[in-house]
């Protein structure tokens, strides 16, 4: 597992750095996380058959709302790359608003899910899933945050 978060790690540094360079590089470098993050989820979760089969359905459309959020996130971040030079108060106001938003949001969902997961696994499994899922969440976002320079 250690590996897979340091090759995740790396396509993050990759992306965060990206970020102000070609989307279709941005993209690229995104369906890679999706597709380790997939394989943390597979090699940690250890699935029987029969759980395999509920719960790939549902992290499939998890997935798909996350990625929404992801997509809003990259557009703040696009912002404040453009502004970065030259943050007014209103802007610093607007994009602190908009990523508390995106905060809240991705709690909500989160918690809507939980409830979709533990419908189909047992408490234990759907909690290890959110466990899991937040650390990998965690060491992105740091590493993203790592990249982005302070409001001067």
Known sequence: MKKAILIAVAAVLAWSTAVYSQDRVIEMLRAD???????????????????AA?????????????????DQRIELIHTYADNYTNITDDIAEQLAKKSLELDIKEAYLRKQYFREFNHVLPATRAAKFFQLDNFINLVVKTQIAEELPFIE
């Open 33 to 51: 996380l999706r597709a380790e993050r997939t394989a943390m989820v597979e090699e940690e979760m250890q699935f029987t058959p029969q759980e």
């Open 54 to 70: 509920v719960f790939w359905p549902v992290y499939q459309k998890y997935e798909n709302e996350i990625r929404k959020l992801n």
